[in-house]
């Protein structure tokens, strides 16, 4: 048996199947001549060659994956390569293996004439992973993997008898079919909404699958710091959740309902999941055992994405505060700049509405508070910039102990809490916990490469931190040395890393999404960010805060020597 290269071959077919030429419309009146503008679905149906007679084996593998990329009536193209029997076994849904098309391969078998039945096997290099909920996961390996198939005779024609659930598909293809959505839970006071993104397929259907997502609950990362108003045991009466005139009408049935705000909770969830966010969903209605609900808006509605002060806030050794908007001035902060200025610091976070600030100097991390002096919560020689989180609690590790992390909480008689860690890594360069408290984001040195991971924080009843969750989601790692991390907004989160010669990359990417990857300016040391990646500002060696112009870094300050994260006023 030999193997061949299905890069260029399945590049020049997808790229042909994907055109204008070959992409017909779905829905919408049949027109001649020019007929007026018609309103008609924005999606468009791939069309799939269905398996060619005297196909060999390996023609009807490779067209079996190209017609795996239609979901089109429950992946109907796809299983005409399919025998009957398997085709009623097959899950589509399984997950998806999504792969660099240029290094595929497959083999070409050689098949007797009266052969009756072969196998055959084809070479993926995984880019990442698409769980069964929907859940995009980096691999923790891209080593290539093998996939089998089995192939018998239905009356004289090749056809798949065995193959692994759901599909093989390519980085270009996942993007043509697959679109993100943010389900959204709480967080556990329900101060704030928290986004989970999924991957579905089929946007003729994506309200179903966020529908039936949103009832399984948060993916395994995310459970222990988030809350749900779905309570168990809940189903989605019918197979599916209908539009008609802008209005999606959602049945829920096998569980109790205590009580009116658990409804509208539900009622929250469906309409910050779908509302805006699904093809000609305008209105969410939730029906329970049968009875259409009239859900009242709840009193005090959850925060999407609670913002930050847009100003840095900046220290240049000699004042902290935050940075006017000509970059020519520092504006302290009331009643705690003055304090934090005769700490001599070298690094600082800044708590919620700048009534705390965690420092960083020669004694270790202090706590500071308007009016009164500093005071050290954790000697710890070596540590790195502190995180501060929305309650107070200040977070602290030293670089060469990535497992020995510390909340030091504001109150109460336990003051001092170690969190086990759910991460490995040789150093730990920084972290950040997001802005509504439920995640926590950390860069670390795992050998010559950096591993850059999120967790969710899972807190008691006075909402102080007690553990982490045991799974962590695996964001974008990079070649060289991990020196800092920002959030962007409620789900997109930053990195910095430094690379040999003085370059450094950022990565930005949503909590389970595809990474970007954008050149950083020369000598980058530290990363801030105010409310979305347009204010991204890089700190380098020299003392430069630069903010991005256009495809290029423009310097908005000089002689800074830290920048500190912020939490929302």
Avoid: K
């Amino acid at each position: 048996m030999r193997r061949r290269a299905l890069g260029a071959s399945l590049a020049l077919a997808m790229a042909a199947l994907l055109s204008g030429c070959v992409a017909l419309p779905t829905s919408g009146p049949v027109g001649v001549g020019n007929p007026d503008p018609v309103e008609e679905s924005a999606e468009l149906d791939t069309f799939i060659r269905p398996p060619q007679a005297g196909a060999t084996p390996d023609q009807i593998v490779q067209g079996f994956i190209e017609a795996a990329a239609s979901p089109r009536g429950n992946y109907a193209a796809a299983r005409d390569f399919l025998t009957d029997e398997f085709s009623a076994e097959w899950v589509p849904g399984a997950g998806a293996t999504i792969d660099v098309l240029a290094d595929r391969s497959i083999e070409e078998p050689v098949v007797a004439d009266d052969a009756a039945e072969t196998q055959l096997s084809v070479g993926a290099t995984p880019a990442a992973e698409l769980m069964p909920n929907g859940q995009y996961e980096l691999p923790d390996s891209t080593a290539e993997v093998t996939l089998p198939y089995r192939l018998e005779r239905v009356e004289g024609e090749w056809r798949i008898s065995e193959a692994p659930d759901g599909i093989l598909i390519d980085e270009l293809t996942f993007g043509e079919v697959f679109r993100p959505y943010e389900l959204a839970f709480f967080d556990p006071t329900f101060r704030y909404l928290v986004p989970d993104l999924r991957w579905f397929a089929g946007r003729d259907s994506a309200q179903t699958s966020i529908v039936r997502a949103l009832i399984a609950g948060p993916a395994e990362w995310l459970a222990p710091g988030v809350e749900t108003a779905f309570p168990e045991g809940v189903s989605l009466e019918t197979s599916s959740v209908p539009i008609a005139n802008g209005i999606a009408s959602v049945e829920l049935s096998g569980a109790s309902f205590d009580d009116v705000l658990t409804v509208q909770r539900m009622q929250e969830q469906l309409d910050e999941s779908l509302v805006g966010v699904v093809r000609n969903v305008d209105e969410v209605a939730l029906a329970i055992d049968g009875a259409v609900q009239d859900v009242p808006p709840l009193d005090d509605p959850p925060v999407h994405d609670p913002p930050v002060d847009p100003r840095p806030v900046v220290y240049n050794g000699a004042a902290f505060g935050h940075l006017a908007a000509s970059g020519d001035e520092i504006e302290p902060i009331e009643d705690i700049s003055p304090q934090i200025e005769g700490l001599a610091p070298t690094a600082a976070a800044v708590g919620p509405r700048g009534q705390s600030v965690a420092v960083r100097n020669q004694a270790g991390v202090s706590v500071v508070l308007p009016g009164e002096p500093a005071e050290v919560r954790d000697p710890r020689q070596g540590l790195i910039t502190p995180a501060i989180d929305p309650e107070g609690v200040v977070w602290s590790v030293p670089a060469t102990a990535p497992g020995e992390l510390v909340a030091y909480l504001p109150s109460g008689e336990e003051r001092e809490r170690p969190i086990p860690v759910p991460w490995s890594g040789s150093t730990i360069a920084a972290l950040e916990v997001s802005r509504d408290g439920t995640r926590i984001i950390a860069l670390l040195g795992d050998g010559v490469r950096t591993r850059f991971v999120a967790a969710s924080i899972e807190r008691d009843a006075d909402g102080m931190p007690i553990a982490l969750g045991p799974v962590v989601l695996d964001l974008s790692g990079l070649a060289g040395t991990p020196r800092d991390v920002a959030w962007l907004d409620a789900n997109t989160v930053a990195s910095l890393t430094s690379l040999p010669g003085g370059d450094t990359r950022l990565v930005v990417e949503e909590l389970g999404g595809v990474p970007e990857t954008i050149a950083g300016p020369e000598g980058g040391i530290q990363l801030d960010a105010g409310n979305g990646e347009r204010d991204l500002r890089v700190l380098t060696s020299a003392g430069d805060l630069d903010v991005q112009s256009g495809v290029g870094w423009q310097i908005r300050a000089r002689g800074i020597e830290f920048v500190a994260s912020q939490m929302p006023g």
